[in-house]
């Protein structure tokens, strides 16, 4: 339609096409050992990949937003049948408070969003997945011969499909805002290269779509100004997020699958189907029916389960953040308070200690006791099982202290820390000449940390990012608690 004699819409549309290509090569890397040229090593790696991809995007009024993408690859490292693969995206957005404008007329609503998407991604296999190659023979003879890694004609792309619902809402005049989202996110045909196989193929390792799991959950995100003057202000976040996980597919032949970085002791962080990705698996007391510890009759001991079972699960209830934002004049101070609520924990440093006799559970070793169960002598399952009545000395009995794992599982760990605080001041301008700006400032880490713990530090991790990073969050050896560190410094501009 015409409006002012211009031609004017409330709809627009736009596009997008393109492609991707990439031709990557490693070339040759010649590496000398113990400086014997015999040893040198030399690797050429090729991979290739293709991609076109198309985006269409409609507004309808400046408040109603569709947006589809879609994008088709082609990889090198894949095999032949699989090598094509493709996933679409698509969102869509509602500015309500624009659709409806009296929405904002009393000053309650200054803004409110409704959002939804769909979107897919897709991962890749390292090259020579797909084919056995040969390594430097390291025997008599020299050579080559195969290496430890067989090859997989079967891999497929791992896929990632996620949905997400939101809501943004600003009140007041954009003092208060809430943001809220629930997500799922299905990976399916996860890929896991170091599998272990049956020594029956004649290799040790490959590479496989190994599993599929869930993750699901929400977020919540409140932002509030409190309080907003020439001299002073005071700006407040707090964010919230609770997920769940689950194992929704599993090679037939696979009970459980363990990341072997957590063994500890028995126990490490293995998963079942049906059970959540962060759960620890381990040792737990042989039970009979009723679920009473059974004993064995020779010494009053209670007897091992001899098979591995889920003994705690690592992931939080929830998780928060607190962050707090103080201007007053020309001081400025800001403090992040993190908690965590839930979670189990593997205490390996409290087993060493109980093992070697240097815990406070050995104190009174020499004291007689009689461990609560029933002996496992026939009767342990029927109507009328034998109750343990064999006293023990532990002092005399060192087999007293080596208890499985499900004995040092901590449960449901919780912690409120202060995680950083900063206070810093900003100098008038031109105090010194030829400086712009002139500010300084003191920060403090983790100074502050409430926790039902017994050990050093609740965020506890196995691994770190020189050891195949964060994956054994929640197991405990000889882990030391965070340094409480103070900084002083100064900023300045010129």
Same mark, same amino acid.
């Given at each position: 339609?015409?409006? &002012?004699?211009?031609?004017?819409?409330?709809?627009?549309?736009?596009?997008?096409?393109?492609? $991707?290509?990439?031709?990557?090569?490693?070339? *040759?890397?010649?590496?000398?050992?113990?400086?014997?040229?015999?040893?040198?090593?030399?690797? $050429? /790696?090729?991979?290739?990949?293709?991609?076109?991809?198309?985006? #269409?995007? @409609?507004?309808?009024?400046?408040?109603?937003?569709? !947006?589809?993408?879609?994008?088709?690859?082609?990889?090198?490292?894949?095999?032949?049948? !699989?090598?094509?693969?493709?996933?679409?995206?698509?969102?869509?957005?509602?500015?309500?408070?624009?659709?409806?404008?009296?929405? =904002?007329?009393? &000053?309650?609503?200054?803004?409110?969003?409704?959002?939804?998407?769909?979107?897919?991604?897709?991962?890749?296999?390292?090259? $020579?997945?797909?084919?056995?190659?040969?390594?430097?023979? *390291?025997?008599?003879?020299?050579?080559?011969?195969?290496?430890?890694?067989?090859?997989?004609?079967?891999?497929?792309?791992? =896929?990632?499909?996620?949905?997400?619902?939101?809501?943004?809402?600003?009140?007041?005049?954009?003092?208060?805002?809430?943001?809220?989202? @629930?997500?799922?996110?299905?990976?399916?045909?996860?890929?896991?290269?170091?599998?272990?196989?049956?020594?029956?193929?004649?290799? /040790?390792?490959?590479?496989?779509?190994?599993?599929?799991?869930?993750?699901?959950?929400?977020?919540?995100?409140?932002?509030?100004?409190?309080?907003?003057?020439?001299?002073?202000?005071? +700006?407040?976040?707090? %964010?919230?997020?609770?997920?769940?996980? =689950?194992?929704?597919?599993?090679?037939?032949?696979?009970?459980?699958?363990? #990341?072997?970085?957590?063994?500890? @002791?028995?126990?490490?962080?293995?998963?079942?189907?049906?059970?959540?990705?962060?759960?620890?698996?381990?040792?737990?007391?042989?039970?009979?029916?009723?679920?009473?510890?059974?004993?064995?009759?020779?010494?009053?001991?209670?007897?091992?389960?001899?098979?591995?079972?889920?003994?705690?699960?690592?992931?939080?209830?929830?998780?928060?953040?607190?962050?707090? %934002?103080?201007?007053?004049?020309?001081?400025?101070?800001?403090?992040?308070?993190?908690?965590?609520?839930?979670?189990? #924990?593997?205490?390996?440093?409290?087993?060493?200690?109980?093992?070697?006799?240097?815990?406070?559970?050995?104190?009174?070793?020499?004291?007689?006791?009689?461990?609560?169960?029933?002996?496992?002598?026939?009767?342990? %399952?029927?109507?009328?099982?034998? /109750?343990?009545?064999?006293?023990?000395?532990?002092?005399? %009995? +060192?087999? $007293?202290?080596?208890?499985?794992?499900?004995?040092?599982?901590?449960?449901?760990?919780?912690?409120?820390?202060?995680?950083?605080?900063?206070?810093?001041?900003?100098?008038?301008? !031109?105090?010194?000449?030829?400086?712009?700006?002139?500010?300084?400032?003191?920060?403090?880490?983790?100074?502050?940390?409430?926790?039902?713990?017994?050990?050093?530090?609740?965020? /506890?991790?196995?691994?770190?990012?020189?050891?195949?990073?964060?994956?054994?969050?929640?197991?405990?050896?000889?882990?030391?608690?965070?340094?409480?560190?103070?900084?002083?410094?100064?900023?300045?501009?010129?």
């Amino acid at each position: 339609m015409y409006k &002012n004699g211009n031609f004017v819409t409330d709809k627009d549309l736009a596009t997008l096409m393109g492609n $991707y290509m990439d031709s990557n090569v490693t070339r *040759q890397n010649t590496r000398l050992r113990l400086n014997r040229n015999k040893f040198g090593e030399w690797n $050429y /790696v090729t991979l290739r990949q293709l991609a076109f991809f198309g985006e #269409i995007a @409609y507004s309808y009024k400046n408040y109603l937003f569709v !947006n589809y993408t879609h994008r088709f690859e082609q990889a090198s490292t894949l095999p032949v049948q !699989n090598r094509n693969y493709n996933y679409p995206g698509m969102s869509v957005s509602m500015i309500v408070s624009d659709m409806i404008p009296e929405l =904002k007329r009393n &000053n309650l609503i200054s803004y409110w969003k409704l959002r939804a998407s769909r979107a897919s991604t897709a991962r890749l296999n390292s090259p $020579y997945s797909t084919q056995s190659v040969f390594v430097d023979n *390291q025997a008599s003879g020299g050579g080559y011969s195969y290496g430890f890694f067989n090859n997989n004609a079967e891999l497929e792309p791992e =896929k990632q499909n996620t949905f997400e619902l939101g809501t943004e809402v600003r009140l007041f005049n954009s003092r208060l805002s809430v943001d809220f989202t @629930y997500y799922n996110t299905l990976n399916k045909g996860q890929i896991i290269e170091n599998f272990r196989l049956s020594y029956g193929t004649g290799f /040790v390792l490959n590479t496989q779509n190994a599993g599929s799991t869930r993750n699901k959950g929400i977020e919540v995100v409140l932002d509030y100004n409190v309080k907003k003057s020439a001299k002073f202000s005071w +700006d407040m976040r707090f %964010n919230f997020n609770r997920m769940r996980n =689950k194992v929704v597919e599993l090679p037939k032949s696979v009970s459980e699958y363990y #990341i072997a970085d957590t063994w500890l @002791y028995t126990a490490r962080g293995g998963i079942t189907l049906g059970g959540p990705t962060t759960s620890i698996t381990g040792s737990k007391y042989l039970r009979n029916n009723a679920g009473q510890v059974m004993i064995n009759p020779a010494n009053g001991l209670p007897i091992t389960d001899a098979t591995f079972r889920v003994i705690g699960d690592r992931n939080a209830d929830f998780t928060t953040g607190w962050t707090n %934002n103080f201007r007053f004049g020309n001081w400025r101070l800001s403090m992040l308070w993190d908690l965590k609520v839930g979670g189990d #924990i593997f205490n390996g440093t409290n087993r060493f200690m109980t093992v070697n006799g240097l815990s406070k559970y050995t104190a009174d070793r020499w004291t007689p006791r009689v461990v609560t169960g029933v002996l496992r002598d026939g009767l342990e %399952n029927s109507a009328t099982p034998t /109750v343990n009545t064999i006293s023990i000395i532990p002092a005399l %009995n +060192d087999a $007293y202290y080596t208890l499985p794992d499900e004995e040092f599982i901590e449960r449901d760990v919780n912690f409120f820390r202060l995680r950083d605080i900063t206070l810093s001041y900003t100098f008038k301008k !031109n105090i010194i000449r030829g400086v712009k700006n002139l500010s300084a400032f003191v920060t403090g880490n983790d100074l502050i940390l409430f926790t039902n713990y017994s050990g050093a530090d609740p965020a /506890v991790n196995g691994n770190t990012a020189a050891g195949r990073g964060v994956g054994a969050f929640g197991f405990d050896y000889g882990t030391l608690a965070a340094p409480l560190q103070v900084n002083f410094g100064v900023r300045a501009s010129f």
